[in-house]
């Protein structure tokens, strides 16, 4: 009994991501990990289902039916929707409608003063006693245990669904940052236009990240090849091809040379003494692009700097995010 009331009245922080939307109960640890999706009747324009739900209909819903992705590129694409999906996902949590929670919800570096009120108004409507905002690369360095209050540089990549955050970050603030809206999205979107262009076979986003993750890379590793089913773009009928892992290799490269010119441009814009710390505590990728193989390697070549991924990359900003709920006087600087 004690454990429900817990639920009922905890405080909560929220990782609001493109692809994923994370959420942290206090004294609970993560109680829901779900895409960030929504379906919705195109004739009333309700909200139907969001989260897991929504993304099993993803590229299977008849025409009254519409599935929307509310966060594109790490801002809000659909203020109406993304409301919709936020107010679902807490009503999959246990809270009791008398419950008043303290919110913290992590944002893009990036996102802009509108969408950051859309987000606070967003959580007050769900009763929330206060509602706090933190930038994601400041979450993610929490998140892996760095001590962000030292007068010492660390940097952090952020490689999410739709944006990539990259910060140095020292004295509980921000020092150099880019934000660019190229991620993973970006690389689904690059094979999608791969097999177009290469083979006239028509995928889905869904077909596109399972290739990324089955046989994706960065560099030249072993090779490997998948089986691709899509539709033909000249015949119209169904097709199978079988591609090798170099192939889709050569399709992110241009996504994956962008992110690292956006990292070496980060590192020119850091002050000299910061740059000096980074000899020592080096490069830390976090998030789901953090785990395509060789990225890692590919950046320490690049930069000539030790480069290493979180050890949960996508969990990293949440548990930050995490942290700050649970000392949220401790934080009250970095916070909006």
Known sequence: MKNIMNWMGG???IDLGTANTLIYIKGQGVVLNEPSIVAKSRATGKVIAVGNEAKRMLGKV???IETIRPLRDGVIANFEMADGMLQGFLNKLPL???ARPRMVICIPSGITEVEKRAVKESAERRNAREVFLIEEPVAAAIGIGLDISLPVGNMIVDIGGGTTEI???ALNGIVTKESLRVAGDEMDEAIIQYFRREH???IGESTAEKIKITVGTAISEEEYNIAVKGRNMVAGIPKTIEVSSSQIRKALSDTIDTIVDSVKICLERTPPELSSDLLDQGIILTGGGAMLPGLESRLRREVDLPVNVAEEPLLSIVYGTGKVLDEIDKYQ????
């Open 62 to 64: 008849h025409h009254d």
């Open 333 to 336: 600087d970095i916070l909006y």
């Open 11 to 13: 405080d909560i922080a």
């Open 167 to 169: 910060a140095v970050i």
């Open 96 to 98: 009791s409608r008398l």
């Open 200 to 202: 006239n076979l028509l």
